[in-house]
C-alpha cells in the first residue's frame, strides 16, 4: 500500500478549470436530502455567482477592502452537515504562505499548496460558504460573516492572510472586538446604498430562494492539498547541475 507522501505526490500541483471544463455546479440540497448527480439547469438560483457579485460590490464601496481582487477569489460552496444554525458559516482559504511566499519548507521538506486556475486566470484565495446554514441565519449576520472572511484577506493581497500583531495573529485577540468591527463595516456598506438589489438576496433564506428559482445551486471544488514537492538538499544538488 502506498504511504501518505507517495499519495500526496499523485495529487496534481495545479487544477485547471476552462470554459471546456468549467467549475463544477452541484445543488444544495437540505440536511438529510439525497445526493441528487443531475447537473442543476440554468434557471436554479446561482449562489457563488450572485456572493461574487456581492464580495465584488462589497470590496468596491468598502475603503477597507478596496484591496480585494474578487477576480482572483474563487467562491464555493460546502454542504452543511446539518440544519443547527451553529457551527461553521463560511472560510477563506489563503493559497500562498506567509508573505505571500509559493513554496515553505518544514524540516527537510519542502511544501506547496495546490494552485487553482480559472480561465487561465490563478486564483490566491478560496471562499467557501457553508450551505444551506449560512442562508438561514438573519440578514444582518450574513453580511457580517460576508465582511468578516474578506478582511482575513492580506491587504497586500498575496495569497496570505492579514497578520495581527500578537499571539493570535490570524483571527486577532478578540472575536467580540473583530465582529463589532465587521459591523460597524455592515452598517456603512447599507447606509444610502443605491443599489439595494446587490444584498437582496441575502434577506431570503434557503427555503424561499429554493421555491422561487427550482432550486439553489453553486460551484464546488476541492479543498486544497498541501503538498511535498521536494528537498532543500534535492534542490541544491539540481541547481549545482545546473
Known sequence: MPDARNRSRALPLELHW?????????????????????????????????MGALCADVSARC????H????????TFTPSRNRSRYGLQARVTPLR????????????TE????????????????LTFC??????????????????????VS???DGDLRRHEGRYEVHSHSKREYDAQMGELVDDYLAEHPE??????????????????????????????????GTEPARAAARKRD
Open 63 to 66: 475603503e477597507a477592502l478596496r
Open 111 to 126: 511544501y506547496q499548496v495546490q494552485r487553482y486556475f480559472v480561465n487561465g486566470r490563478e486564483m490566491l484565495y478560496v
Open 196 to 229: 439595494p438589489g446587490a444584498f437582496e438576496f441575502l434577506r431570503a433564506t434557503y427555503r424561499d430562494l429554493a421555491s422561487a428559482h427550482g432550486g439553489v445551486k453553486g460551484a464546488v471544488v476541492p479543498r486544497p492539498k498541501l503538498l511535498p514537492v
Open 155 to 157: 491587504p497586500r493581497f
Open 131 to 152: 450551505l444551506p446554514r449560512f442562508l438561514d441565519q438573519p440578514f444582518r449576520e450574513k453580511l457580517v460573516t460576508v465582511l468578516h472572511e474578506l478582511y482575513h
Open 97 to 108: 504562505f506567509r508573505d505571500g511566499a509559493l513554496v515553505r519548507r518544514h524540516g527537510r
Open 18 to 50: 476552462t470554459a471546456a471544463q468549467p467549475l463544477p455546479a452541484r445543488w444544495v440540497l437540505p440536511d438529510g436530502a439525497r445526493a441528487r448527480t443531475d447537473a442543476p439547469p440554468a434557471e436554479a438560483f446561482d449562489f457563488t455567482a450572485r
Open 68 to 75: 480585494v481582487h474578487m477576480p482572483r477569489v474563487l467562491v
